[in-house]
């Protein structure tokens, strides 16, 4: 099943996130667009605003299937090998998915103070749609490269 899912490609944190998942799941199941990318947002019909309440993840093949902030994340993770057990015991332990909920949301509101802010977005390697492929990569015909060797993070 292929997934989208939008980030804040402004964020480090969002970013490094994107860039781990990049790596575990090689564009197997998963395409990337930032929330900055206001044609992909339009397409999907998510007003700007929404993205703000975190992450969101939609199922491409169902796209009424849609997970936002920490139940996004905890969907990307039951969809990595072994994901479904180590998330059964984060769902069961008592107390724990309260206290991620709630670590989310302090992370998701302070993101940019804690983590710092990009001056650009990143880029994903495996791009969800036109405007997110780096637009030289495609006029030399090659995948669209990670705009982490292209900007540098601010902090």
Same mark, same amino acid.
């Given at each position: 099943?292929?997934?989208?899912?939008?980030? @804040?490609?402004?964020?480090?944190?969002? +970013?490094?996130? $994107?860039?781990?998942?990049?790596?575990l @799941?090689?564009?197997?199941?998963?395409?990337?667009a =930032?929330?900055? @990318?206001?044609?992909? !947002?339009?397409? *999907?019909?998510?007003?700007?605003?929404? $993205?703000e309440?975190?992450? #969101?993840? #939609?199922?491409?093949e169902?796209?009424?299937?849609r997970w936002?902030?920490?139940?996004?994340?905890?969907?990307? +993770?039951a969809?990595? =090998? /072994?994901?479904e $057990? *180590? !998330?059964?015991?984060?769902?069961?332990?008592p107390? !724990?998915?309260?206290?991620?909920?709630?670590?989310? %949301?302090?992370?998701?509101?302070?993101?940019?103070? *804690?983590?710092?802010r990009?001056n650009? =977005?990143?880029?994903?390697?495996?791009p969800?749609? $036109? /405007?997110?492929?780096?637009? !030289? +990569? %495609?006029?030399?015909?090659k +995948?669209?490269?990670?705009?982490?060797?292209?900007?540098?993070? /601010?902090?």
């Amino acid at each position: 099943m292929p997934y989208m899912v939008i980030y @804040d490609g402004l964020c480090n944190l969002c +970013a490094t996130g $994107v860039q781990l998942l990049e790596q575990l @799941d090689r564009g197997r199941q998963f395409c990337y667009a =930032p929330m900055q @990318d206001a044609s992909t !947002l339009a397409q *999907w019909g998510i007003p700007p605003e929404q $993205v703000e309440l975190g992450m #969101i993840l #939609i199922d491409l093949e169902q796209p009424e299937r849609r997970w936002q902030g920490s139940a996004a994340i905890e969907q990307i +993770a039951a969809l990595l =090998p /072994s994901g479904e $057990v *180590w !998330l059964a015991l984060y769902r069961n332990f008592p107390g !724990l998915k309260v206290l991620g909920d709630r670590g989310y %949301e302090q992370i998701r509101d302070h993101r940019y103070e *804690w983590f710092g802010r990009r001056n650009t =977005p990143y880029l994903s390697v495996y791009p969800a749609c $036109v /405007s997110c492929r780096d637009p !030289l +990569a %495609e006029a030399e015909g090659k +995948a669209a490269a990670p705009a982490a060797g292209k900007a540098e993070a /601010s902090r």
